[in-house]
């Protein structure tokens, strides 16, 4: 009994430790305060001082215009329903680090699910073994982060809207991949580089969406980040992106954008036995900037991030695959944007969210061109924008609330049921605890 006791004491100072400490804001970064313990409880965690549990949960209140709305703002609605409670998101992450003797890190593994009415997932699980010598590159394996953009890498805990835009969610579903990177980034405080960090990592390509690699194709994801540098009032990062992969074509039957005789935009097959088993492309590069303002209130940011690209799909979606696509390859040219501006109001516990964003998933096509009779373009060609307001209230460093407004705007187009914008407007109400 004296055991158990002694054990039940341990794992709730390990907790205690924990939750003292924040997780980590981007996906694909160390938090740093795993390096540092409180020398109080030193003696009596020598054996789980490597540990360190955090984790945050997301219950939400939703209401849509209509019964059944599609959405990229937690998942389609119910047909006959337009309010929903859901859990977004409840996870717990576990980190244990290994640190060196001048107390840099040496190997990390990190396991973190999440829980939910929907189903039980598990979204990281990696090792991460660092250079010791310089403290300048680290190895990551497992399933982890793309180290692409700066949206997807934003941790759902500290994003200040509720979801990523469309386009993130089409092109990056999950946001993680299985594979393995190598980081250069300088840990060393002294290091007369230590603002620029650079990942180039190799990825099975599907992600999440799937259970195994369906062909032997990798995608190459590369990204520098320029780490915030203050001058003044003003503070200044960003990052340029780049991925070069692709799928392996299951027909021969490939559709191509081109012009029809009567000079409408269509898709054109090309139908060479050759396009069976060759790469349909999947290109993205991408360029973001951060800006922050430092003032009595708090503080003032803009963010802006722009893609563009190839992305291959089918005839209805632009959706990157979970399984070999056994159906004709369609191959579109596409860009978007995220547009943020967040400002606290009176101070830094209250604060105003505006957002826009819009996916254009082909920009070889205009609006008129959707739906015309003799062309072939469909729901997948159709260009959406989202503005985004609201305001949330920081309670303390682990408790907010969200309200926040979404009008998502679609193409008007000659397509019956779009031939003017759908009713799918959200609105959320989410509380998050976090630790």
């Not at 996906?27 to 955090?54: A, C, G, H």
């Not at 935009?265 to 090309?270: A, E, G, H, L, S």
Request: charged share 20%.
């Amino acid at each position: 009994m004296v055991k158990l006791v002694k054990a039940f004491l341990l794992f709730f100072t390990v907790l205690n430790v924990s939750i003292t400490v924040h997780s980590q804001r981007y996906l694909s970064d160390l938090d740093s305060s795993l390096l540092y313990l409180k020398d109080t409880v030193r003696p009596l965690l020598k054996r789980f001082e490597n540990l360190q549990f955090s984790g945050y949960i997301q219950p939400q209140f939703q209401l849509a215009d209509t019964e059944g709305a599609k959405s990229y703002n937690g998942g389609d609605f119910s047909a006959f329903s337009k309010s929903r409670f859901m859990l977004r998101r409840a996870r717990i992450k576990l980190d244990y680090l290994l640190r060196t003797e001048d107390n840099y890190p040496k190997a990390l593994f990190t396991f973190q699910v999440d829980a939910t009415e929907r189903g039980v997932n598990v979204r990281d699980m990696f090792m991460r073994l660092y250079e010791t010598k310089g403290h300048n590159f680290s190895l990551t394996a497992g399933l982890f982060a793309r180290p692409f953009g700066y949206e997807v890498n934003l941790s759902s805990a500290y994003r200040e809207t509720p979801e990523r835009g469309r386009m993130s969610q089409i092109l990056m579903p999950t946001e993680r991949d299985l594979g393995a990177m190598i980081t250069y980034e300088p840990l060393r405080r002294n290091a007369n580089n230590h603002f620029i960090k650079l990942d180039a990592g190799l990825f099975n390509g599907q992600g999440l969406s799937g259970t195994t690699d369906f062909d032997s194709h990798k995608d190459i994801i590369s990204r520098v980040t320029v780490k915030p540098i203050e001058l003044n009032k003003m503070v200044f990062s960003g990052g340029l992106s780049c991925l070069y992969g692709g799928w392996r074509q299951g027909t021969k039957y490939v559709y191509k954008n081109g012009t029809a005789v009567s000079g409408d935009k269509i898709f054109v097959v090309d139908s060479s036995l050759s396009n069976i088993g060759k790469i349909a492309p999947r290109h993205y590069y991408g360029a973001d900037m951060q800006i922050i303002l430092k003032h009595a209130w708090g503080q003032t940011e803009w963010r802006f991030e722009y893609w563009t690209g190839q992305q291959p799909g089918s005839s209805t979606s632009t959706t990157n695959p979970g399984t070999i696509p056994t159906v004709s390859t369609y191959r579109r040219h596409f860009n978007g944007t995220f547009f943020y501006f967040l400002q606290n109001i009176i101070n830094n516990q209250n604060q105003l969210l505006v957002k826009y964003d819009w996916y254009d998933p082909n920009t070889k096509v205009e609006t008129d061109d959707i739906g015309k009779s003799g062309t072939n373009l469909t729901v997948a060609d159709i260009k959406y924008s989202t503005w985004g307001i609201g305001y949330a209230h920081y309670f303390n460093d682990h408790v907010k609330i969200i309200l926040y407004y979404e009008f998502v705007k679609n193409e008007a187009t000659q397509l019956p049921g779009f031939t003017s914008d759908q009713k799918d407007n959200i609105f959320t109400c989410r509380l998050q605890f976090r630790f």
